[in-house]
């Protein structure tokens, strides 16, 4: 079995079989470049990951084991289509795998799946951060994502003028 | 004195929880996270809620009035982005007329809301007409939904999409209310120059030709006159050919002040047939539209603060 060597930005390594790794449509442009420029085809590909620690690089290939069977979404598939939408693909073992995790873990999570291009947990994982905004009032959204208000002067109150007008009676 | 192995695994475990405690404080802040990440999240936010989003922080607000942040929607819901003039995209305040593009094509839509009658009419057979006014409604539903009210103007009669009218007058009407489609007053401002475009489509019987009026009304909240515009009789030579007119009425910078009492726009038309004697073919009146389009800047827009 053919394998390729991840190495995240902490130096961590992980070996995982190519045919896994070319799920994440990133890994599969690297092993490809790797393959054209090496001129032994047997030689063991070598990627670096600069932007993801090792905890989050795991992550992100337990999640492609477990969905190592799955048919791969095209990146830009329209949303409107439903097709390949979070909701559809989310499974119990996606629920339990997201559950441990706090946000900031799944903001890195969909820092990586971006980076990564990995469709499928990036949807989940979106899915998951939108669930914390959906409905929300600003306090809870703040609360919930640590943040604080930093409008100056009369910028929040013009925000709330202009959003009057963007709503019907 | 403890032993020196002792002391040398509690300097192991103070390293250890050392290393533990930095490893919670890698977790990255969200504060600092990558607008990527916000950005990818927001685009999944649904539009009702983009409006409490932008009131969070700075950051987000801005990432919201982003253009690129719009295009990326406008493209999921295949609507086309380039509708909107680059100069209004552009302005400050832009994100408003792009939000309300995308929730309710304030500048694409129909504001008129009735069914097309020539496609549910394909061939017309009037029945018989009563005396007065024969009334075909297509739709009944959106009577009950309330789009639209009885007044008391000519002998109006609602219909809901088409109607056939014999020697009487007989009118019909709709009201739009801008504020309820998502046009308000802010945003108004921010579209001018713009024109609010009023087509109506009718065809007389053809063994005898049809005389149609066409009115429409600016009213404020208070169902006060603005602006009426009439326009003349005209007669329609008999044949069953639909026959269409429009007229807009146009609002410029010089008019910025009076768009915040600008309301309800009501189009009325009325009818009737020019022989008196027929009641086998009649006037007939289809579905209406008004839309709202911008215009081009002319010199004079430029002159007014």
């Known amino acids: ?169 | 004195m403890l032993p020196i192995h002792t002391i040398f695994f509690q300097i192991l475990r103070y390293c250890c929880e050392l290393t533990q405690m930095e490893n919670k404080l890698e977790t990255v802040s969200l504060l600092d996270l990558p607008e990527t990440v916000i950005e990818l999240v927001l685009a999944k936010v649904p539009e009702e809620d983009i409006l409490t989003c932008n009131l969070v922080c700075r950051a987000w607000k801005e990432l919201i009035c982003r253009k690129s942040f719009w295009k990326k929607r406008f493209q999921d819901k295949k609507l086309n982005l380039y509708e909107i003039p680059k100069c209004v995209q552009d302005m400050q305040g832009g994100w408003m007329i792009l939000y309300s593009q995308y929730c309710r094509g304030i500048l694409s839509k129909n504001y008129n809301r009735m069914p097309p009658c020539q496609k549910k009419f394909p061939n017309q057979q009037i029945p018989e007409a009563p005396s007065s006014c024969h009334i075909l409604l297509a739709d009944q539903e959106l009577e009950r939904n309330g789009i639209f009210t009885h007044s008391n103007f000519f002998e109006r009669e609602i219909d809901m999409c088409y109607f056939a009218t014999s020697f009487r007058w007989c009118s019909k009407s709709y009201k739009v209310d801008l504020w309820r489609e998502g046009l308000k007053p802010g945003l108004m401002k921010l579209i001018l120059p713009f024109r609010i475009k009023c087509t109506r489509i009718c065809a007389a019987g053809f063994d005898c030709g049809s005389r149609f009026e066409w009115e429409i009304r600016i009213l404020d909240s208070q169902l006060k006159f603005i602006n009426v515009s009439k326009h003349p009789n005209i007669l329609v030579e008999p044949r069953d050919d639909w026959e269409s007119a429009e007229y807009s009425i146009e609002f410029r910078r010089k008019d910025a002040n009076h768009l915040k009492d600008l309301r309800y726009v009501e189009f009325l038309h009325r009818g009737k047939h020019t022989p008196c004697w027929t009641y086998h073919s009649a006037a007939k009146f289809a579905r209406s539209s008004m839309t709202v389009e911008l215009c081009e800047h002319k010199p004079e827009d430029f002159d007014i603060p």
């Open chain 1, 1 to 169: 079995m053919a394998l390729v060597r991840v190495i995240s930005s902490d130096g961590a390594a992980f070996l995982v079989s190519q045919r896994l790794a070319k799920r994440s449509g990133k890994l599969k442009t690297e092993i490809e470049t790797f393959r054209k420029s090496s001129d032994n085809s047997e030689a063991q590909p070598e990627i670096r990951i600069v932007t993801i620690r090792a905890e989050i690089l795991r992550l992100v290939l337990q999640w492609l084991q477990q969905h190592q069977n799955d048919p791969v979404l095209p990146a830009n598939q329209n949303e409107q289509d439903g097709r390949g939408d979070a909701e559809m693909g989310q499974s119990q073992w996606d629920r339990d795998f997201l559950a441990p995790m706090d946000l900031g873990i799944v903001m890195e999570l969909i820092l990586a799946a971006n980076h990564l291009e990995v469709k499928g947990l990036l949807d989940i994982t979106c899915k998951l951060v939108e669930s914390k905004i959906t409905g929300r009032t600003v306090d809870e959204i703040r609360t919930a994502f640590k943040l604080k208000s930093d409008f100056k002067g009369n910028e929040e109150e013009q925000t709330r003028l202009e959003n009057r007008w963007c709503v019907e009676n």
